[in-house]
């Protein structure tokens, strides 16, 4: 979420209706409501004129783009969501990296982004609660709102290893329906 969600839904506007109004595509309009995405300014003055809010909406709108850090779940998903499915190793554990040596609860605070694939949503929910506790702290309320996945996902997908991962999955991901090794979190 956003200040220019905020904002459109504040005007009683529809996305669709906000897009066609700031004369931007609708899926345009959608990346521009995330919470990390590159904007062009162009766009933000299109989209902040819509909204009656030529020089401030531009100033809310770069204000809310610099509080998302870099490394925080809500960007790394922003990267999967872009990159493709097969881009989450690189990016999970970017985040993983970046929390274990900042212990930075600004980097949990956010949601993965919407339109994340539900086994990724439901991996960064997993992985922030396991991280949350490896550093005995509360994690963030969105977790608790990630569902479980209607299917188990055996991340290492090879046939092998399903029993290990069975035996050996944390609780945080075997909650989720997703069974992974012990050894998961781990770098080599």
């Known amino acids: 979420m956003n200040v220019l969600a905020d904002l459109?839904?504040?005007?009683?506007?529809?996305?669709r209706d906000m897009a066609l109004r700031a004369g931007i595509s609708f899926r345009g309009l959608q990346f521009l409501?995330?919470?990390?995405?590159?904007?062009?300014?162009?766009?933000?003055?299109?989209?902040?004129?819509a909204l009656n809010l030529p020089g401030q909406g531009i100033d809310l709108v770069v204000d809310d783009f610099l509080r998302t850090r870099p490394d925080s779940i809500a960007d790394v998903s922003m990267r999967m969501l872009l990159d493709g499915l097969?881009?989450?190793?690189?990016?999970?554990?970017?985040?993983?990296?970046?929390?274990r040596t900042s212990h930075d609860?600004?980097?949990?605070?956010?949601p993965p982004v919407h339109g994340l694939e539900a086994r990724l949503a439901a991996l960064c929910a997993s992985t922030v609660e396991?991280?949350?506790?490896?550093?005995?702290?509360m994690a963030p309320p969105w977790c608790a709102g990630v569902p479980a996945l209607p299917c188990p996902w055996f991340v290492a997908g090879?046939?092998?290893?399903?029993?290990?991962?069975?035996?050996?999955s944390p609780a945080w991901f075997r909650k989720r329906n997703i069974f992974v090794l012990g050894n998961f979190l781990s770098r080599a």
């Open 8 to 15: 459109r839904r504040e005007m009683g506007m529809s996305q």
């Open 33 to 49: 409501e995330q919470t990390d995405h590159n904007w062009r300014i162009d766009t933000l003055a299109k989209v902040a004129e």
């Open 86 to 99: 097969e881009s989450w190793k690189l990016h999970l554990f970017d985040f993983v990296d970046a929390f």
């Open 105 to 110: 609860a600004r980097l949990v605070r956010d």
């Open 130 to 137: 396991a991280l949350c506790a490896e550093h005995e702290s």
């Open 158 to 168: 090879i046939e092998n290893l399903k029993a290990s991962a069975l035996v050996e």
